[in-house]
């Protein structure tokens, strides 16, 4: 059924979301005007939070009621503000996306997010402004983000992670962002050169990239790690080299940050994600997954709706424990089961004992028809592990799970793809296994 829901289109005040927003920002920038916010490669790209205001009230918006931030310039942050401006709804989009057909959204509706489609088709998912900001307050409170600790900002901005960790951190609180070009050892290096301390919100597969060629800031103070789960022999092998603590962030488009890492030591157990943002609340339905609430959850998708994003509340397909100290601790994804004569097992437990071997640089576990049981399925694991032999990971598995669950096939490959994101596609994994059979 589709449908165009109504959004609250007044904030505390009788001010519009966007104005709320933008006041803020303006607040901010009369408090500190000459203090440095895009920090650029360019020195003529370097602008302080006065600059960066002047700059964006040059900005055209066009006519039409969304703007669409694009790329990894201050010219994304710019776009962002003159939407909050002049109140239109922004849409931000990676530099290889077109720009969407949309209708015309509805009042209130200052920001749509894009799912990222590892677990599906993407789907839109509608904010207020108020919403973004409670979850850039939360992220900030619960992180001590701090100005004197900029952002290096290597991952996307238009990715709900990057949008949360970097732009609205900027544009809120005065958090400066040191672009960095690329992920490239010698640009990272470069834009921490002569600082104190910095903050550096990444992925896995870039902390793994940087760990092996010893490039990772000594001023790091803050070290993120999100949009993927964080192998813990890595976490572990960052933490002997540097002392350096990579904090595990767990998070959904749909509502922004869920679950921290809070300890200053590394984990002993790969699936805790953490313990829940300030300002949000975290419970398991009777089923086992997660339900998030809090002031930062989405009004709903859109424009078609769905009962699992509602009223302050999402309900994930994430299966999860929550211990007596709030610890959460992920078990899977329920869309992702899979069926071994006749029993259920989420892939990820594959994965975390896989991980556990030292040479496994990363995996991804699936089910696909089994020709000898038309009722089950056949576990396969795919695994990025130069040098080591299928003989050995699996003796490696088999000293850990039941032998139910170990996988049957195994794919060695030369790299499993993650990008900035640290994202890898299950399905796309499975369609490429087909194709080679």
């Not at 990715?159 to 609180?173: C, E, K, R, W």
């Not at 290096?189 to 992925?203: C, F, H, I, S, Y």
């Not at 902390?207 to 890595?234: F, K, Q, Y």
């Amino acid at each position: 059924m589709r449908i165009v829901f109504r959004l609250a289109a007044k904030a505390r005040g009788g001010h519009t979301a966007a104005a709320m927003l933008y006041d803020r920002w303006r607040a901010l920038v009369r408090r500190s005007p000459d203090a440095p916010a895009w920090v650029d490669p360019d020195p003529d790209a370097t602008m302080t939070f006065a600059e960066l205001a002047a700059a964006a009230e040059r900005v055209d918006a066009g006519t039409g009621p969304w703007v669409f931030p694009r790329g990894h310039s201050v010219d994304f942050v710019l776009a962002v503000l003159s939407a909050w401006r002049h109140g239109k709804t922004v849409c931000p989009l990676e530099p290889y996306q077109a720009i969407p057909a949309l209708p015309t959204p509805p009042p209130g509706m200052a920001h749509l997010k894009f799912t990222s489609g590892s677990t599906g088709a993407p789907r839109g998912i509608a904010f207020t402004q108020s919403q973004i900001a409670a979850d850039a307050d939360h992220i900030v409170s619960t992180m001590g983000l701090r100005p004197e600790w900029p952002n290096l900002g290597v991952i996307s901005l238009a990715h709900s992670y990057g949008f949360s960790n970097l732009v609205t951190p900027l544009l809120l609180h005065g958090i400066p962002l040191v672009r960095v070009p690329a992920p490239l050892p010698e640009l990272l290096q470069r834009a921490a050169a002569g600082r104190d301390a910095v903050t550096l919100p990444a992925v896995p597969a870039l902390w793994r990239a940087w760990h092996d060629a010893g490039c990772i800031p000594g001023c790091v103070r803050i070290a993120l790690s999100a949009g993927a789960p964080l192998p813990l022999g890595l976490e572990q092998a960052v933490y002997a080299r540097s002392g350096l603590k990579l904090h595990n962030f767990y998070g959904a488009s749909e509502c922004g940050g869920i679950a921290y890492d809070r300890t200053e030591t590394p984990r002993t157990d790969e699936r805790v994600t953490g313990t829940a943002l300030d300002g949000v609340t975290l419970a398991a339905e009777p089923g086992g997954c997660l339900e998030v609430r809090g002031t930062a959850v989405g009004n709903g998708y859109w424009p078609e709706s769905d009962p699992a994003l509602a009223h302050g509340c999402f309900r994930t397909s994430d299966w999860v424990e929550i211990g007596e100290s709030g610890a959460v601790r992920w078990l899977g994804r329920s869309a992702d089961v899979v069926n071994v004569a006749g029993r259920k097992l989420a892939p990820e437990t594959v994965e975390t004992a896989l991980r556990s071997h030292a040479g496994v640089r990363e995996c991804v576990v699936f089910g696909v028809e089994a020709p000898d049981d038309p009722r089950g399925e056949l576990l396969v694991a795919c695994v990025e592990a130069p040098g080591v032999a299928i003989a050995e990971l699996r003796a490696h598995a088999a000293a850990r799970l039941p032998a139910w669950q170990v996988p049957r096939e195994w794919w060695a490959v030369d790299t499993l793809g993650t990008g900035n994101r640290g994202k890898i596609s299950r399905s796309e994994w499975r369609a490429k296994w087909r194709l080679t059979r």
